[in-house]
Nanobody
């Protein structure tokens, strides 16, 4: 049974930093493309960053230069380091797994396993 659990969310002031973690079990983490997505009530879920099994990464334009995605396959854990936070980063952040190294892109429909999310709130 796949289990994905996010942690590290919270409230932060603009300009601050947060580090999200995602612990995955029940899947072959080292063979899975992993991604972070976020969603604001009333809006579609949007891709934030992805990381493939070879460590290659991609980012949404809105977070480039501020967020860093990384993975530790020895711990089956995904991370998202968020710096220079802005109020528009406020959202529920979700970790997702795609059990393939192909099509590792920021389209939520390509990911089959999801966590419950962790809330990030950035105040101005």
């Amino acid at each position: 049974q796949v289990r994905i659990v996010e942690s590290g969310g919270g409230s932060e002031q603009a300009g601050g930093s947060l580090r999200l973690s995602c612990a995955a079990s029940g899947l072959t983490f080292s063979s899975s493309c992993m991604g972070w997505f976020r969603q604001v009530p009333g809006k579609e879920r949007e891709g934030v960053a992805t990381i493939n099994i070879d460590g290659s990464t991609s980012y949404a334009d809105s977070v480039k230069g501020r967020f860093t995605i990384s993975r530790d396959s020895t711990k089956n854990t995904l991370y998202l380091q968020m710096n220079s936070l802005k109020p528009e980063d406020t959202a529920m952040y979700y970790c997702a797994a795609r059990r393939s190294r192909f099509l590792c892109v920021m389209r939520s429909a390509y990911y089959g396993d999801w966590g419950q999310g962790t809330q990030v709130t950035v105040s101005s």
